[in-house]
């Protein structure tokens, strides 16, 4: 099927593709010369996402020939994802609004949204978002570093967000990640799951004795901390802010760039949607990953609580302390589901963790040893918040 995709972005209209070029290149006097389209490598499961292509070419600019290339995110509103699911949080039709009214474009701080050139309605139904392509910003592996420097950054953009609301976000779902917590069927049959393999030699040896009873019960607390996270003020958030959705400045870079990708999932959100978003989320993936967030996290809550304030935001200790471990609680949740769902003999879990079976019980009981005390914490927390 992308084949098909591909032969029609090669045969695009010249004089649209050179407005295109011409938006990407930052140059209105622009003559495409030439180009090709090709599939890209990336497993994406997002709902109604039909295909991600490159297009790249060269072109004449007023000064000098210059290479070019856009990325073509080709969606389906509506659509399912690739196991057949529609998802109630994740909505194509966000993530074109998103990009029509610029709701990621930067305020203060790196952060900004990757740029969108054109907005593509097809006769077919399909909508071809041409984006900028971040291929020279690093989307790999993090270091403690970056992920104190991405911190700062988002907690910069959403103070400026909560101190200036300027755009309408009235039509974006509120307290969506609340509402998923809540209702997820994921984290249900996770603790059916569990139940069911009590006596699993495997399971156990990740979550032995306290740890698979802290596991077990984690879901009884959830009413009175989503109560407490529906009192906390809230604005625009991303919702699904992780190392795979970020893009950042290599090393030397003369521009410092925080970028975004992915706003499916955007929405009205409390104050620590997606600065806790985004390290929880390293969690749910590879040792590599959850082993720098671990060693930086004290640091990345410190450089996220800055950037916040640095923006004029007054907010307590507690207060923000709460918004940034909520979304860990989902997470804390579906580590340990990762952990059951391998032992049922799914093979899925094994693709995101990118280890052997065998290494994965101690792993996980690593990062459930480290999250349970957030839970424990949140939970102590929301007692001190008010009504």
């Known amino acids: 099927m992308s084949s098909q995709y591909v032969e029609e972005a090669n045969q695009f209209p010249i004089a649209r593709l050179t407005s295109i070029v011409s938006q990407a290149l930052s140059d209105s006097s622009v003559s495409v010369t030439q180009w090709n389209a090709s599939q890209m490598n990336v497993l994406s499961e997002g709902a109604g996402t039909i295909a991600l292509l490159r297009c790249s070419g060269t072109a004449v600019t007023s000064t000098r020939q210059k290479n070019w290339s856009v990325i073509i995110k080709i969606v389906k509103p509506g659509g399912v994802n690739k196991f057949g699911h529609k998802s109630g949080t994740s909505s194509v039709h966000t993530e074109i609004e998103c990009y029509r009214r610029n709701l990621f474009e930067r305020r203060v701080g790196p952060f900004r949204a990757a740029r969108c050139f054109l907005v593509d309605e097809h006769d077919d139904g399909l909508v071809w978002l041409w984006l900028e392509d971040l291929a020279d910003l690093s989307g790999s592996m993090w270091s403690v570093s970056d992920y104190v420097d991405v911190s700062r950054a988002i907690g910069e953009f959403r103070g400026a967000w909560f ?137 990345s809550y410190k450089a996220w609580l800055e950037g916040l304030r640095s923006t004029g935001l007054q907010i307590k200790d507690n207060v923000a302390r709460f918004g940034y471990l909520f979304p860990f609680l989902r997470r804390t949740m579906m580590v340990s589901g990762i952990l059951a769902w391998v032992a049922l003999d799914s093979d899925f879990p094994l693709q995101r963790y990118g280890g052997r079976n065998d290494e994965m019980p101690l792993s996980i009981r690593k990062r459930l040893e480290f999250m349970h005390p957030l839970f424990d914490e949140a939970r102590v927390l929301a007692t001190q918040l008010p009504g």
Not at 187 to 192: I, Q, T, V, W
Not at 224 to 249: M, P, Q, W, Y
Request: include cysteine; glycine fraction near 8%.
């Open 163 to 299: 101190l200036n609301e300027d755009q309408d976000i009235s039509w974006l779902g509120r307290n969506m990640e609340i509402q998923e917590l809540l209702t997820s069927e994921l984290l249900a049959n996770n603790r059916e799951n569990l139940m069911s393999l009590k006596d699993s030699e495997y399971l156990r040896e990740g979550l032995p004795g306290a740890v698979y009873e802290k596991a077990l019960g984690l879901r009884d607390s959830l009413p009175s901390l989503a109560k407490a996270a529906r009192g906390l003020e809230a604005t625009l958030a991303h919702n699904d802010c992780h190392i795979r959705n970020l893009f950042v400045s290599k090393a030397g870079s003369s521009i410092t760039d925080v970028v975004a990708v992915d706003f499916a999932r955007v929405g009205v959100g409390h104050v620590g949607s997606y600065g806790g978003t985004m390290l929880a989320s390293a969690f749910n993936w590879t040792d590599a990953e959850s082993d720098v967030a671990i060693a930086g996290a004290d640091l």
